[in-house]
């Protein structure tokens, strides 16, 4: 017997050096994803991508094939808030999950971070964009953002900004009061441009839209950056080209990150009387829409999505096969996790430490399925942008002209970039060229770290300045409390932290 045990402990001391790089761990894992395919983020189109990393991970026989991923599905839509949060305490009863992936929406976001932040559980998700939770001080200090948020896309125009000397900005969008996409789209952008002089015109669903009253408020600004439905964005271009706004005195931008095939080429046609003005009209258009990259093994990635997709015989849902940022973006928050973990765990870390898993995902870089991804250090993804615009205006037709890169703040430009197209006539120096060269992003310094302080200032600073502007929102808001539904929202609202329309 004594033999026998010394044996076991020889063959366990010459085995384990041999495994000490391969760690052994299961791990539980919480995936919040709606069910509805109207989502570019339903489960129907992400999940497979969350299943491809996993059995990357496991067959690669390298050093992440140890850890075993239990992988809980769970429905999470964008219209029932606290449903997402009711489900992680239901399923943390007897265990709670050791990494949480999504939810994507943010009013759905914020209560499961604030509680997986509580309990210790890292957080990654592709969504959650919303400036709110850069602050990853306390409520939010347990998530990972592994897609660019709102901010980081804002970059591109403080860029923009300082190079062409622009000094303010109308910003111009629709608020749906439900998931709020542009609302927090264009938050981002105000939140970042401190340094300039920015109107905001928020344009609700149900209101009567007033061309008129939009372009009494262009008016005196230089830039306008719009995220709005594409036929409303048609009426305002119409209405301001009709002004001569169009001359180019003004620069007009739009913000589509996800579905850049409803502009681009084409998109001002709607086979109606008003087709060549709105061509004519479109040529001061811009777009800025996330930055596409492929790379070789993305076409295995992106025919696998495919093939599962068409396995699942899903034909309610219109290309779900497509690769989207979201499906990225939940691809490799599996491989940043297995990353964080195993170093964790080699520095004796146990896989319940969230704190130091959490860490050892933020500021690094590495390489995902579709290129390079750069977390900062404050755990929020670098940004790449493109920037489109009409560079045939016989045909109407618009390319991408400029891309952004966000880690290291630089533009790459494009043949079609026309320095140009972006000088307001008549109204400042013309700048020959965008600089290849770092842009000197002063501003996004303060990216993520914009303290309560500073913006209770820009807010006393926009109320003074923008005295009509404000008294409209006041307005639209006391309104909307009169009934319930106003109230409950106006709590969604706080349950962020945002404080872009109390402004
Ligand atoms: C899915 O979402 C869309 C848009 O939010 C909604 O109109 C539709 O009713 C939803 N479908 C289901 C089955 O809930
Ligand atoms: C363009 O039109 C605007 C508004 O009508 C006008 O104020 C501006 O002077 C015009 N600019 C040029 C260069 O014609
Ligand atoms: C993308 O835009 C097109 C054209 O506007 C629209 O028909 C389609 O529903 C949009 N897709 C998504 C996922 O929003
Ligand atoms: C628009 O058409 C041009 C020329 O046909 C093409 O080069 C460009 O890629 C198209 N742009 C988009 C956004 O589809
Ligand atoms: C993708 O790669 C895997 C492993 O290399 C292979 O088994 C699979 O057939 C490939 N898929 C496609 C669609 O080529
Ligand atoms: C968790 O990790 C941190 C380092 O990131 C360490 O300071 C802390 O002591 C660890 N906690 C436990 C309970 O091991
Ligand atoms: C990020 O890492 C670099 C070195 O890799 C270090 O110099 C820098 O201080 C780190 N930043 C933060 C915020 O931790
Ligand atoms: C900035 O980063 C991009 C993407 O990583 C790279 O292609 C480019 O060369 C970099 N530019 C500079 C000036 O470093």
């Known amino acids: 017997m004594p033999y026998f045990m010394s044996l076991c402990v020889y063959f366990l001391m010459t085995l384990s050096p041999v495994r000490t790089d391969t760690i052994t761990e299961d791990i539980k894992v919480l995936v919040f994803l709606p069910q509805n395919n109207s989502y570019l983020f339903s489960h129907a189109r992400v999940a497979p991508a969350i299943l491809y990393a996993q059995q990357r991970l496991k067959a690669n026989g390298g050093q992440f094939s140890g850890f075993h991923f239990n992988i809980q599905f769970e429905n999470s839509d964008c219209v029932s808030v606290n449903d997402a949060l009711f489900v992680l305490v239901d399923r943390s009863c007897e265990q709670k999950p050791d990494l949480i992936l999504g939810p994507v929406c943010e009013y759905e976001a914020a209560v499961v971070v604030r509680l997986a932040s509580h309990w210790n559980i890292p957080v990654i998700s592709a969504g959650a964009l919303a400036t709110g939770f850069s602050n990853k001080d306390t409520e939010y200090s347990h998530l990972t953002r592994i897609a660019p948020s709102y901010e980081k896309m804002a970059e591109i125009f403080t860029a923009m900004f300082e190079h062409f000397s622009w000094k303010s900005a109308l910003l111009l969008y629709e608020d749906d009061k439900e998931a709020r996409d542009c609302y927090f789209t264009l938050e981002g952008v105000y939140h970042l441009m401190t340094n300039f002089n920015i109107k905001i015109y928020a344009v609700n669903q149900e209101d009567h839209f007033d061309t008129d009253d939009i372009l009494q408020n262009i008016y005196d600004t230089e830039v306008v950056i719009m995220c709005m439905g594409a036929d409303k964005i048609r009426e305002i271009m119409l209405a301001a080209h009709r002004r001569r706004f169009t001359n180019g005195s003004y620069v007009f931008f739009n913000v589509e990150l996800f579905n850049v095939s409803s502009y681009g080429n084409g998109s001002w046609k709607r086979g109606d ?17 996330l930055l596409r990259t492929v790379k070789p093994e993305f076409e295995n990635f992106s025919m696998e999505m495919r093939k599962s997709t068409e396995k699942a015989g899903l034909h309610d849902c219109k290309d779900c096969g497509s690769v989207n940022m979201f499906v990225e973006g939940f691809h490799d928050a599996m491989l940043l996790y297995a990353m964080a973990l195993h170093e964790a765990m080699k520095n004796g870390y146990s896989k319940k430490n969230g704190t130091a898993i959490t860490s050892n995902m933020w500021n690094r870089t590495f390489e995902g399925i579709a290129g390079q991804v750069s977390m900062d250090g404050n755990g929020d993804r ?25 880690v290291n703040g630089t533009f790459q430009l494009l043949p079609g970039f026309n320095a140009d197209h972006f000088t307001l006539r008549g109204r400042h120096k013309v700048h020959s060229e965008m600089p290849d060269k770092s842009c000197g992003l002063g501003v996004s310094a303060l990216t993520g770290v914009i303290v309560g302080a500073v913006l209770g200032t820009i807010m006393l600073i926009a109320f003074y300045f923008f005295r009509k502007n404000y008294r409209i929102t006041i307005e639209r808001r006391t309104h909307s409390e009169e009934d319930d539904t106003g109230k409950h929202r106006q709590l969604r609202e706080d349950s962020i932290r945002s404080n872009f329309s109390a402004a």
């Not at 009387?273 to 829409?289: C, E, F, G, I």
């Not at 790449?384 to 400029?402: I, Q, R």
């Open 273 to 289: 009387k008003y087709d060549s003005d709105a061509k004519q009209a479109y040529a001061s258009l811009n777009t800025v829409t």
């Open 382 to 406: 670098h940004g790449d942008f493109s920037l489109m615009a009409m560079t045939n205006v016989e045909a109407g037709t618009y390319e991408v002209v400029a891309n952004y890169f966000g």
